[in-house]
């Protein structure tokens, strides 16, 4: 659809084992699916630690202030800092990060959380094209993290799509059509579980995933 865009984001955080499947299901039942609800690390507001219900963050907020990478031609809408793992989990996890700061090494030297980030823009005046950054990690590092923290790790996968603008102009339900929720689904892991869906079904990832 030309003109139109796609935003898809992935989100995670790490919840008790008492309350993982209870939350996990309220998540996904709520009268109103918008994504955005797990917490980062040290968010005061968003984590939770009250007998059994934990919910806490593993994952720093960063902000990109650009500095003077924004002057730079080639840089192209390249994000940094990203997301990366906060220290507390480095030191729970045992993984620590390389020289320039975009991937973290397990004792054995090998890769265990890497960032990515990208922009491929068209270079019109209104520039367009795919951007995004992402944190990969192993699934040992993923079985450890939730060992080390004694919790399941619950994940939130929500995709936007928006039309250009004045595609719905000639719709009588334009005003109805723009609140539609967006796609957003829960997922949760478990190391002696796997992943499972608010149902409890058990989902099979790819090892290129």
């Given amino acids: ?3 139109g865009y796609e935003v898809i984001s992935v989100a995670s955080a790490l919840v008790g084992p008492d309350a993982a499947t209870a939350l996990l299901t309220s998540l996904q039942t709520a009268p109103s699916l918008r994504g955005g609800r797990l917490p980062r690390s040290d968010d005061e507001d968003g984590e939770v630690d009250s007998g059994p219900y ?23 809408s390249i994000e940094y800092p990203v997301s990366r793992p906060a220290d507390w989990i480095c030191g729970v996890t045992q993984v620590r990060p390389n020289i320039d700061g975009l991937a973290w090494l397990d004792t054995n030297e ?24 992402r944190l990969r990690v192993s699934p040992d590092f993923l079985a450890k993290l939730a060992n080390k923290a004694e919790a399941g790790v619950i994940v939130e996968v929500q995709i936007r799509r928006r039309p250009a603008r004045g595609a719905y ?33 058990h989902i099979a990832w790819s090892e290129d995933r």
């Fill in 1 to 3: 659809m030309y003109g």
């Fill in 54 to 76: 934990r919910l806490r963050g593993w994952l720093t907020e960063e902000t990109s202030y650009g500095g003077i990478d924004k002057r730079d031609p080639l840089a192209d």
């Fill in 110 to 133: 090998e890769v265990a959380v890497a960032t990515e980030t990208w922009a491929m823009k068209d270079g019109g005046r209104d520039a367009r094209g795919p951007q995004g950054t």
């Fill in 169 to 201: 102009s000639n719709t009588p339900d334009y005003e109805e059509l723009r609140y539609i929720d967006d796609y957003v689904r829960y997922f949760l892991y478990a190391p002696d579980d796997g992943w499972r869906d608010y149902l409890g079904r």
